[in-house]
């Protein structure tokens, strides 16, 4: 299959329709270009605070009612545009509220047959924390696909391997994220290309890029989009199977081989996946030894 990592910019809309052609002209390009799955990133959602005006667009609490009232009309959209063009598509993620006091941050897959499942974050961010008080989800999925096993974790949680280690059983991994800084883009693209070392698998990362200066939450925003594998047999020495550009809008795309995955977990040089399990839990076997 081939996989697609969205580098997507945030962008004004003054009715609902402007953000109904912007998606329909990606999910179009994408597919367009052969995509079988496309991954949107983290929070990429927040733009649609913008149908409710600027000053419910630069309120954190305010937006974040805003964007989740939109989220059944936005599943609708893109089960849509996953049947129409034969595509699954990782949905950028969203404040919902489910019931509860606070919001998740909730990723959504689609696929071309009308289905959706759903992603929560697990681990929040400090300013998702405090100021914004959005909260954690409570379980990991692994999705069973037409185009194999797929898990995803948001941004930060890919930076915690006992989650990536959860998931150990999935093909592709994907990892959508929203990272300001610079040192933030690499700190997730290194847990992504950490979890695809560890689980032999590949992990597709998305990124928002540029300014969304109407926006306290994701005014400045850091990435590209990127496609890791293990540095092993039958991938790149590197790991990395595709980048982007730094902050350049687009789709990254790579060619993704499931016997590939499956050959390198029986006949790797290394076996991380397999092995991890040769030692009992690490908290057990640790013994204090005073040096002083």
Same mark, same amino acid.
């Not at 959504?108 to 405090?130: C, H, N, S, W």
């Given at each position: ?5 969205? /580098?997507? +910019?945030? %962008? ?15 999910? @179009? ?13 983290? =929070? ?7 149908? %409710?005006g600027a000053a419910v667009a630069g309120d954190l609490e305010r937006s974040l009612h805003a964007v989740s009232r939109r989220m ?21 993620? &969203? +404040? ?11 990723? /959504?897959? =689609?696929? !071309?047959?009308? @289905?959706?499942?759903? *992603?929560?974050? *697990?681990?929040?961010? $400090?300013?998702?924390?405090d100021p914004w008080n959005v909260t954690n989800g409570e379980a990991l999925t692994v999705f069973d696909t037409t185009l194999g ?26 990892? +959508? ?15 992504? $290309? &950490?979890?695809?070392?560890?689980? @032999? ?10 300014? /969304? ?6 005014? @400045?925003?850091?990435? $590209? #989009? #990127? ?9 790149? &020495?590197?790991?990395?199977? /595709? ?33 991890? %399990?040769?030692? !009992?839990?690490? #908290? ?9």
């Amino acid at each position: 299959m081939k996989v697609a990592a969205a /580098a997507y +910019p945030l %962008d004004w809309f003054d009715d609902w329709s402007a953000y109904v052609a912007k998606i329909t002209r990606w999910v @179009q390009e994408a597919a367009g270009e052969g995509a079988d799955l496309l991954v949107f990133p983290e =929070y990429g959602a927040m733009e649609l605070s913008t149908l %409710d005006g600027a000053a419910v667009a630069g309120d954190l609490e305010r937006s974040l009612h805003a964007v989740s009232r939109r989220m059944p009309d936005v599943d609708a959209l893109h089960l849509r545009l996953a049947a129409e063009f034969g595509v699954h598509i990782l949905g950028a993620s &969203a +404040p919902v509220f489910d019931g509860g006091a606070r919001p998740v941050n909730r990723a /959504a897959l =689609y696929t !071309p047959k009308g @289905q959706k499942g759903v *992603q929560d974050k *697990q681990i929040m961010t $400090m300013f998702e924390r405090d100021p914004w008080n959005v909260t954690n989800g409570e379980a990991l999925t692994v999705f069973d696909t037409t185009l194999g096993k797929i898990g995803v974790l948001i941004c930060y949680d890919s930076e915690f391997p006992l989650l990536g280690r959860a998931l150990a059983d999935v093909d592709v991994l994907l990892v +959508p994220s929203c990272t300001e800084a610079l040192a933030g883009y690499w700190r997730v693209r290194i847990g992504a $290309m &950490a979890r695809a070392l560890e689980n @032999q698998c590949v992990s597709v990362m998305s990124s928002i890029v540029g300014p /969304a200066e109407w926006s306290e939450a994701v005014d @400045q925003n850091t990435g $590209m #989009g #990127g496609i890791f594998g293990p540095p092993d047999t039958g991938f790149p &020495a590197t790991g990395v199977l /595709a980048e982007g550009v730094l902050n350049k809008p687009g789709w990254t795309y790579a060619d993704v081989d499931l016997e590939a995955i499956a050959h390198v977990r029986r006949d790797g040089v290394v076996r991380n996946r397999t092995h991890w %399990d040769e030692r !009992p839990e690490p #908290g057990k076997t640790v013994t204090i030894c005073p040096l002083r």
